[in-house]
């Protein structure tokens, strides 16, 4: 599907009645990448959050997280004028599309949170006009764009709904939205037509299905790369048993031949989307999701498995213990769900201390400087692979490095 043209091309100043399209929760890692697209592609865009503070940092210019490419972005879209900043429900514009990118976390029993997309929409309704696009983008329990079709409907109102999901990998958004297909799905053809031609302003092709079809795939999408890396840590772990240096098996399986070359590496699978997606497709799956599960228990279990492992050689109780990258994947300052946090848990009530440190982390005050990590400890571990840590000389101190990333290190496993 192509909608060349799409993109509105007047010069009125950026006030919120005269917005093209509204991003609610514009101010997060999702909102962020997707108003500056829009922006970049010629939308005034009202960039609608309950964040304050997160729009103030925006309106004056700067990321409240790291999101490559963004900063240019921002200040070319504020040089032009292109962005208001809103946070009351009443002020969400009455015409253009309204996109939800909230937060869609899952339950202390691993089961998704419907009220807060129900809580959202029910704020913002008194607002929105009856024809007015309303696109679901956060990732979503299957069946939620249906459930949301007969509420509008029990509410007497007649918005136009499509769900259109984000498939980015955080931080790197806005390059990955010039390049990747569009899921479109919408429960009318007039909503699905109006999603198509909105993201065909910024999406390089756009692939229509219905909203349970939409759901699913995005949910398979996560859940997939998930147990990816759960097939990569269990790989580890049993070359690990073995006695056998996995490095040098996962050079061997994938040197030159193509079938293995998508295999990731090992190492701490973390973040606030892929097991929160997976633990979603398990609920709807009724915990049918065997695989899922399993990845869950694998992912999640290596971090102990790797704090058992050094009970057993060490006594910690005397040792120092570094943590390396706080952050949940490498390159990033975002720490939601990071495993390492779950690592300096798990070594607090078995190690003489434990000190961390990440070159990008800015929310945590117990970070250290690297130097000083690396002069006090004992024993390292490298949580998160920052490319600042590969080539860096650890005077021959032990670490453990699940990645295979560093070079000069002495590895223990
Ligand atoms: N982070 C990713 O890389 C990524 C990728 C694909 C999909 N997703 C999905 O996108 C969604 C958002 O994730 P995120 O990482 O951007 O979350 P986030 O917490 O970074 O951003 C959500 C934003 O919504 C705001 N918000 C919350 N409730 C609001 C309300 N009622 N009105 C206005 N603003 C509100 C918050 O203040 C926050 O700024 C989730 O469903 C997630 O699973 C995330």
């Given at each position: ?27 997060g ?21 309950t964040?304050?503070e997160?729009?103030?940092t925006?309106?004056?210019g ?9 900063e240019?972005l ?6 032009r ?18 996109v ?29 006009a ?9 990732t ?10 007969g ?14 999901p984000e ?24 909503a ?15 692939v ?10 995005k ?9 990816e ?6 790989f580890y772990?049993i ?15 994938k040197?030159?031949y ?8 090992p190492?701490l ?32 279990g290596?971090v ?25 994947k ?28 990440d070159?990008f ?52 496993s």
């Amino acid at each position: 599907m192509n909608f060349a043209g799409a993109k509105p091309t007047t010069t009125k100043p950026a006030r919120l009645d005269t917005a093209d399209l509204t991003i609610v929760g514009g101010g997060g890692h999702v909102g962020i990448p997707l108003v500056l697209a829009f922006a970049e592609a010629g939308y005034r865009v009202n960039v609608h959050d309950t964040n304050r503070e997160v729009l103030e940092t925006l309106r004056a210019g700067r990321l409240p997280f790291i999101e490559y490419g963004g900063e240019a972005l921002l200040a070319k879209a504020l040089e032009r004028d292109r962005l208001v900043f809103t946070s009351a429900p009443a002020d969400i514009s009455r015409g253009g599309p309204v996109v939800i990118t909230i937060g869609t976390p899952i339950d202390e029993f691993l089961n998704p949170v419907r009220k807060v997309v129900q809580d959202c929409i029910d704020a913002l309704l008194p607002h929105l006009a009856d024809g007015q696009l309303l696109v679901l983008r956060s990732t979503v329990f299957p069946g939620t764009t249906d459930w949301l079709d007969g509420h509008l409907k029990r509410n007497n109102r007649e918005l136009k709904l499509a769900f259109c999901p984000e498939r980015m990998v955080q931080g790197h958004g806005i390059k990955e939205l010039k390049e990747t297909p569009q899921i479109i799905s919408a429960t009318t053809p007039a909503a699905e037509e109006e999603a198509a031609k909105l993201f065909s302003a910024i999406a390089p092709e756009l692939v229509v299905v219905t909203p349970r079809e939409a759901e699913l795939a995005k949910l398979f999408n996560n859940a997939y790369r998930y147990i990816e890396f759960a097939t990569a840590n269990q790989f580890y772990l049993i070359a690990k048993a073995a006695g056998v240096d996995y490095r040098r098996v996962s050079d061997a399986m994938k040197r030159n031949y193509p079938r293995a070359r998508g295999i990731p590496s090992p190492g701490l699978a973390a973040g606030p989307c892929l097991m929160k997606d997976t633990a979603q497709l398990a609920a709807f799956a009724q915990n049918q999701f065997s695989l899922g599960n399993a990845a869950m228990l694998v992912n999640e279990g290596l971090v102990l498995h790797l704090c058992d492992d050094l009970r057993r050689r060490y006594d910690l109780s005397r040792m120092t213990v570094g943590l390396l990258g706080m952050a949940f994947k490498a390159e990033i300052d975002d720490t939601r769900a990071s495993l390492s946090y779950k690592f300096k848990k798990a070594l607090a009530s078995l190690a003489g201390a434990v000190l961390t440190t990440d070159p990008f982390v800015t929310t945590d005050p117990e970070l250290q400087p690297l130097d000083d990590v690396i002069a006090r400890s004992d024993l390292l571990v490298l949580c998160a692979p920052h490319a600042a840590y590969r080539d860096l000389d650890f005077s021959g101190k032990p670490v453990v490095d699940v990645w295979g990333f560093l070079k000069n290190a002495n590895v223990i496993s």
